[in-house]
């Protein structure tokens, strides 16, 4: 079993920046490719991004390219996602979830999830 944790959601202007955490324990952190999926009232969730067990490799939603960088720290057990220049349309609640395997970019592949952070980008 692995526990994931979000946190650093919150209110923010557009343009603005926030960067979400996601802590996870249980099971090895490092054994697990972590993503990044959000959900917007009356929309079905989406992917954002994702990331392979070493870091070394990552997939972006095309909405998110070039605003958005998910990265992890295997020390510390935690995934983070740096969203940049943030647009209303960017509000939603935001999941990290865990894939046992290589890294997924529909839902089907993860096993995990967090119980989400709310992001308000309000203009």
């Known amino acids: 079993q692995v526990q994931l944790v979000e946190s650093g959601g919150g209110l923010v202007q557009v343009g603005g920046s926030l960067r979400l955490s996601c802590a996870a324990s249980?099971?090895?952190?490092?054994?697990?490719?972590m993503g990044w999926f959000r959900q917007a009232p009356g929309k079905p969730r989406e992917f954002v991004a994702t990331i392979s067990r070493s870091g070394g490799s990552t997939v972006y939603a095309d909405s998110m390219k070039g605003r958005f960088t998910i990265s992890r720290d295997n020390a510390k057990n935690t995934v983070y996602l740096q969203m940049n220049s943030l647009k209303p349309e960017d509000t939603a609640a935001y999941y990290c979830?865990?894939?046992?395997?290589?890294?997924?970019?529909?839902?089907?592949?993860?096993?995990?999830w967090g119980q989400g952070t709310q992001v308000t980008v309000s203009s």
């Open positions: 249980g099971r090895a952190f490092n054994g697990y490719a």
């Open positions: 979830a865990g894939a046992p395997t290589f890294i997924h970019t529909t839902e089907a592949g993860y096993v995990y």
